[in-house]
Every structure is written in structure tokens, then in C-alpha cells.
């Protein structure tokens, strides 16, 4: 385990807090239209302010698995993070390891050890088994007040996630947990050094289960950049996967997002918004081109993860409007 050298983040110097928490965190989850594939286009298109070490401030009000979140805060002189997210199991379980990673870890293991020793057939069991399991006590938690219960229920999210089908971590309107069984020969099902890293990084993060519109009520000073990543507008029909919580988000929702936008930029807070690009599938579709016409959209290359078919996992463009 590694030791860190206690910094308090209210009393540190600004540099102190940068070289501490650059610590080599990354996401724990799988995420489908996760960004870290697209990091290194998304540097480039970062605000100036932001690499001029002018920006303190960062917020996600669309965390999903934070790829931006480990990026930004890592390799800028951020002093204080905000995440927020209406998935409550995302959201517990950003807690959870933000609050009680060392028992966290030690559900991950005992799960990695039961797991491991099963057979194909057996883990088949074992892994619907636990998923009806979680499926049925998500009655029994209260997700507005941090309990001990919530531990295990981060240990179960891990497990069902790095062993589920794909990373697919989609639930269906009754707020159920409906991913199959992936088939993985070794799923890596603790981490324990990078849950260490992450649970360190979020010393400087306020975490919260909150609708995206709800950032307006922490917003802290000019030096500010906040980045949205919705759940992504359908390229066709049959890619709507928009459910990673019991909820959805459709095309009048990423309207009244853009009138957020519009807001934002209006107080003089630099922004950047990330979403698939219609354009893939009929170039004559313009609907973000439309709602975001009065400021810069960049088209960068990504690829598809989702399909389960291989062959068919193309490079498609995603789509990134800023207001700098």
C-alpha cells in the first residue's frame, strides 16, 4: 500500500496540492462512452485559462466514469473538484471509496477470491446469483444518507461491472441493474492501488446526486471550467443506449441543457460539452449544430466500443462545443 504524506488541502501551497494529488488515478469503472480514449484530443481543445494555471475550480455534472475528472485534476492545478451525477449507485460508490476505500477493498477481495475459483458454469450462477441479489436490496438502502451498508453495495456495483457483458452498466425503468455476464477468463475485479490513488484524488472533490442543473447552486468564482457529458443523443435507431440510470434523456433534454449552456456563459465561466455526432448517420442532421450555433464545434475521431460485433466497432465522430 502506498503511504502518502498528509497535506491539508485548506492550509497546503497550490503547488503542493498539484504534485500530491497527481497521483496516476484513473476510472474504476467501466463506462460505455467512457473518454479516456479520447484524452488526448480533448487536451487540445482544454481552455487556455486552464493551461495557464489560471482555472482553480472544476466541475462534472455528468461524472459517468470521470475520465475528464482524473485528467483535469491530475495535470492542472485544480484546488477543488465538484461531480455530480443521478445515477445513486454511481454516485454511492464514488462516496464509498472516497470515504471507506480500505473496507471497500476488502469486500473486492473476497469477491475476487470466490469468483476466481468457479468454473464457467459456476460463475454463470454466481454472477446472477448476485445480481437479483443487489437487484432486490436496492429497497433497503437509503441513498440520501451514508451508511455502512453502502460499502457492500460499492463492492457488488465493482464486481457486476468488471464482470458484466461489455462493462454495461445500464439499468432498465424500474431502476434494475439488467447487464449480462461478460465472458472474461480473469476479470480484474479489485484494483487496489488505483482505488487507493482515486480515494486520495477525491480529497478535494464534493460529490453529490443531483440533477446537471443543480451545479449552479456551487459555483465558486470566475476561475471556473465546467464540463458536460450527457448521456448521449441516439445515432440510430438501433443505438439508443442512453440508460445508465432508471431515467432517460431525450432530445428536449439536451435542449434545456443547452439553454443551461447558454446561461453559463453568460456569467463568463468557460465551458466544454461533449456528445455523439448525429452527422455519422445522416449529414444533414444538424440538431447540435442548431441548439449551439453561437459557439465552436470540433468533430474529433472515436470509437465505437459498444457493439458487440467487432467488425462493426468503426471510427465514428463525437462532437465538442466550447464557448472559448
Same mark, same amino acid.
Given at each position: 500500500?502506498?503511504?502518502?504524506?498528509?497535506?491539508?488541502?485548506?492550509?497546503?501551497?497550490?503547488?503542493?496540492?498539484?504534485?500530491?494529488?497527481?497521483?496516476?488515478?484513473?476510472?474504476?469503472?467501466?463506462?460505455?462512452?467512457?473518454?479516456?480514449?479520447? #484524452?488526448?484530443? &480533448?487536451?487540445?481543445? +482544454?481552455? =487556455?485559462?486552464? *493551461? @495557464?494555471?489560471?482555472?482553480?475550480?472544476?466541475? %462534472?455534472? /455528468?461524472?459517468?466514469?470521470?475520465?475528464?475528472?482524473?485528467?483535469?485534476?491530475?495535470?492542472?492545478?485544480?484546488?477543488?473538484?465538484?461531480?455530480?451525477?443521478?445515477?445513486?449507485?454511481?454516485?454511492?460508490?464514488?462516496?464509498?471509496?472516497?470515504?471507506?476505500?480500505?473496507? #471497500?477493498?476488502? &469486500?473486492?477481495?473476497? +469477491?475476487? =477470491?470466490?469468483? *476466481? @475459483?468457479?468454473?464457467?458454469?459456476?460463475?454463470? %450462477?454466481? /454472477?446472477?446469483?448476485?445480481?437479483?441479489?443487489?437487484?432486490?436490496?436496492?429497497?433497503?438502502?437509503?441513498?440520501?444518507?451514508?451508511?455502512?451498508?453502502?460499502?457492500?453495495?460499492?463492492?457488488?456495483?465493482?464486481?457486476?461491472?468488471?464482470?458484466?457483458?461489455?462493462?454495461?452498466?445500464?439499468?432498465?425503468?424500474?431502476?434494475?441493474?439488467?447487464?449480462?455476464?461478460?465472458?472474461?477468463?480473469?476479470?480484474?475485479?479489485?484494483?487496489?492501488?488505483?482505488?487507493?490513488?482515486?480515494?486520495?484524488?477525491?480529497?478535494?472533490?464534493?460529490?453529490?446526486?443531483?440533477?446537471?442543473?443543480?451545479?449552479?447552486?456551487?459555483?465558486?468564482?470566475?476561475?471556473?471550467?465546467?464540463?458536460?457529458?450527457?448521456?448521449?443523443?441516439?445515432?440510430?435507431?438501433?443505438?439508443?443506449?442512453?440508460?445508465?440510470?432508471?431515467?432517460?434523456?431525450?432530445?428536449?433534454?439536451?435542449?434545456?441543457?443547452?439553454?443551461?449552456?447558454?446561461?453559463?456563459?453568460?456569467?463568463?465561466?468557460?465551458?466544454?460539452?461533449?456528445?455523439?455526432?448525429?452527422?455519422?448517420?445522416?449529414?444533414?442532421?444538424?440538431?447540435?449544430?442548431?441548439?449551439?450555433?453561437?459557439?465552436?464545434?470540433?468533430?474529433?475521431?472515436?470509437?465505437?466500443?459498444?457493439?458487440?460485433?467487432?467488425?462493426?466497432?468503426?471510427?465514428?465522430?463525437?462532437?465538442?462545443?466550447?464557448?472559448?
Amino acid at each position: 500500500m502506498k503511504n502518502y504524506k498528509q497535506i491539508n488541502p485548506k492550509s497546503a501551497k497550490v503547488e503542493d496540492l498539484f504534485y500530491e494529488y497527481n497521483v496516476g488515478a484513473k476510472p474504476f469503472l467501466k463506462w460505455v462512452g467512457g473518454k479516456r480514449q479520447l #484524452l488526448k484530443s &480533448f487536451q487540445s481543445l +482544454y481552455p =487556455k485559462l486552464l *493551461k @495557464k494555471k489560471k482555472i482553480k475550480n472544476y466541475y %462534472e455534472p /455528468f461524472v459517468g466514469g470521470g475520465a475528464v475528472f482524473f485528467d483535469v485534476v491530475q495535470n492542472f492545478e485544480i484546488e477543488n473538484a465538484f461531480l455530480y451525477d443521478i445515477n445513486e449507485e454511481l454516485i454511492l460508490t464514488y462516496l464509498v471509496i472516497q470515504n471507506n476505500v480500505n473496507e #471497500l477493498i476488502d &469486500f473486492l477481495y473476497r +469477491y475476487d =477470491k470466490q469468483y *476466481k @475459483k468457479l468454473n464457467e458454469e459456476q460463475r454463470k %450462477e454466481y /454472477f446472477y446469483d448476485l445480481r437479483k441479489s443487489f437487484n432486490f436490496s436496492r429497497f433497503n438502502i437509503d441513498y440520501n444518507n451514508y451508511s455502512e451498508n453502502w460499502i457492500s453495495r460499492a463492492a457488488q456495483i465493482i464486481f457486476l461491472n468488471k464482470t458484466c457483458f461489455n462493462g454495461l452498466f445500464r439499468f432498465n425503468s424500474k431502476g434494475e441493474f439488467n447487464s449480462p455476464m461478460g465472458k472474461y477468463k480473469n476479470p480484474k475485479i479489485v484494483d487496489e492501488q488505483n482505488l487507493l490513488n482515486v480515494s486520495k484524488l477525491l480529497e478535494i472533490t464534493t460529490i453529490k446526486k443531483a440533477d446537471y442543473s443543480k451545479v449552479i447552486n456551487d459555483l465558486n468564482g470566475d476561475s471556473t471550467f465546467i464540463y458536460f457529458d450527457p448521456p448521449y443523443k441516439p445515432i440510430s435507431k438501433t443505438s439508443s443506449f442512453t440508460a445508465y440510470s432508471k431515467t432517460t434523456f431525450q432530445d428536449d433534454d439536451q435542449i434545456q441543457l443547452s439553454k443551461l449552456f447558454y446561461d453559463l456563459n453568460e456569467k463568463g465561466y468557460s465551458l466544454m460539452l461533449s456528445n455523439s455526432d448525429p452527422k455519422n448517420i445522416d449529414p444533414s442532421e444538424d440538431f447540435f449544430d442548431k441548439i449551439y450555433k453561437d459557439y465552436k464545434i470540433t468533430r474529433v475521431n472515436a470509437k465505437r466500443s459498444i457493439n458487440s460485433n467487432p467488425n462493426k466497432r468503426n471510427s465514428i465522430k463525437e462532437i465538442v462545443i466550447t464557448n472559448y
